[in-house]
């Protein structure tokens, strides 16, 4: 089936609920479905940029009632974008930034693995220093990450591993131009890889890629808009959805539909939110879509959790 919607999709918000808000900043969210619970992660901070960043992460059976699970910190570095992945072995992988240094920093993607969620063990440094590994998804017992330059030259480069750990180049330049940066990726039953590219050069309109095995080539489409903590999420029926930051008038957190074959993104419904705001994380359970971002509309940054109808 293919990612391209046959008919009018429409998307109504039915819950949202604040679920972490004890810190000055709560941030940079994502979350995920991991042996019958609920975890969300995110960064604690005193603000968007200090360098205290550690990492919240959250459990509920629920939904609506959370627990800390667990608060992952290293002396003297800045832990920031948690990403989580679903490993094939059973375990859940989390890969964040550790950023270092005070008028320059740098920039290491590091990981953790976990067989409950709760206990995370010590860091593993993974790809190349100055090269973040943004997010990662597993496809045929591999697994893929988009990294972006966080020096110039600025690029995007796709990374290959079979353990998750051992990340080596995979295409070298899988974009340049604009400033490339944060991304959503999955993959299609049969294969096709989907890449939702942010920019935020002088040409900042995002780009949606698309390749084939073994994701050498890609093609890419730009979308004509300004993305900021895109993520993507395939549909059991094979609808394409994002969760973005759009700049169009106000700035917001929204879940947009993509039309793969038109090069389409179309916004479908604003979460209740505003200013210092974005980084979602899709799941789909209970024929329901549940999203986590944060956003400062009611002051300070905190963490939310929204449940969301998508009909059509």
């Known amino acids: ?20 808000d004890h810190a000055p900043h709560s941030a940079f969210t994502d979350l995920v479905r991991y042996a019958g619970r609920w975890f969300c992660a995110f960064r604690e901070a005193r603000t968007h940029l200090s360098d205290d960043g550690v990492i919240r992460v959250l459990t509920s059976t629920d939904g609506r009632s959370w627990s800390s699970a667990a608060v992952i910190c290293q002396d003297g570095v800045d832990l920031r974008d948690p990403r989580f992945v679903a490993r094939p072995d059973g375990r859940l992988q989390l890969l964040a930034a550790a950023a270092t240094g005070q008028a320059t920093k740098t920039f290491q993607t590091v990981t953790w693995h976990s067989g409950d969620g709760h206990a995370w063990g010590d860091p593993t440094p993974v790809g190349e220093p100055g090269v973040w590994v943004w997010r990662a998804a597993w496809h045929d017992n591999t697994m893929y990450g988009v990294g972006y330059a966080t020096h110039e030259p600025r690029f995007a480069r796709l990374y290959r591993s079979s353990d998750g750990v051992d990340l080596q180049p995979w295409v070298p330049m899988l974009f340049q131009g604009g400033y490339p940066n944060e991304s959503g990726l999955v993959f299609e039953p049969d294969g096709t ?39 993507l999420l395939r549909l059991p029926d094979g609808r394409l959805l994002a969760g973005v930051r759009l700049h169009d008038g106000e700035v917001r957190t929204a879940v947009c539909a993509v039309d793969a074959e038109r090069g389409e993104l179309t916004e479908l419904v604003a979460l209740p939110s505003g ?14 879509l549940w999203v986590s ?18 009909a059509g």
Do not use: K
């Open 293 to 310: 971002y944060y956003s400062s509309h009611e002051g300070r940054s905190c963490v939310y959790l929204a449940e969301v109808r998508v």
């Open 275 to 288: 200013g210092d705001t974005s980084y979602p994380g899709l799941v789909w359970h209970d024929d329901l």
């Open 193 to 231: 890889a989907r890449c939702l590219l942010r920019r935020d050069g002088v040409a900042a309109s995002a780009q949606l890629g698309r390749a084939e095995p073994p994701y050498r080539d890609w093609t890419w489409t730009d979308l004509g808009v300004q993305v900021g903590g895109p993520t």
């Open 1 to 20: 089936m293919t990612s391209s919607p046959t008919r009018r999709t429409t998307a109504e918000v039915t819950a949202v609920h604040r679920i972490g």
